[in-house]
């Protein structure tokens, strides 16, 4: 079994900034993939960025030129570097990683969601 734990979220003014952390921990023997997502209520889970196990970057226009996606393999924690916020990026973040586990094979697993509100 796979857990995600998510920190950093919390309420900024305007054009200030935030770092998210996730952690994963279990038995995990491969992760392929990490990624940040949202969601606001009534709206569907958006793709924010996503970075694989190769190194490279995906990211939703909406986030380019704003947000870092990097991770540490040593300390399987993926992070995201939030600049120039809005109101606009008020929403759940969500973590999500694909991991292979020491007993089954790629799954996806997501944190419970960290809560990022842009005051206007």
């Known amino acids: 079994q796979v857990q995600l734990v998510e920190s950093g979220g919390g309420l900024v003014q305007p054009g200030g900034s935030l770092r998210l952390s996730c952690v994963a921990s279990?038995?995990?023997?491969?992760?392929?993939?990490m990624g940040w997502y949202r969601q606001t209520p009534g709206k569907q889970r958006e793709l924010v960025a996503t970075i694989a196990s190769g190194g490279s970057t995906n990211y939703a226009d909406s986030a380019k030129g704003r947000f870092t996606i990097s991770s540490d393999s040593a300390k399987k924690t993926v992070y995201l570097q939030m600049n120039s916020l809005n109101p606009e990026d008020t929403a759940v973040y969500y973590c999500?990683?694909?991991?292979?586990?020491?007993?089954?094979?790629?799954?996806?697993?997501w944190g419970q969601g960290t809560q990022v509100t842009v005051s206007s």
């Open positions: 999500r990683d694909v991991i292979t586990t020491v007993s089954l094979g790629a799954l996806e697993y």
């Open positions: 279990g038995s995990i023997y491969r992760i392929h993939t």
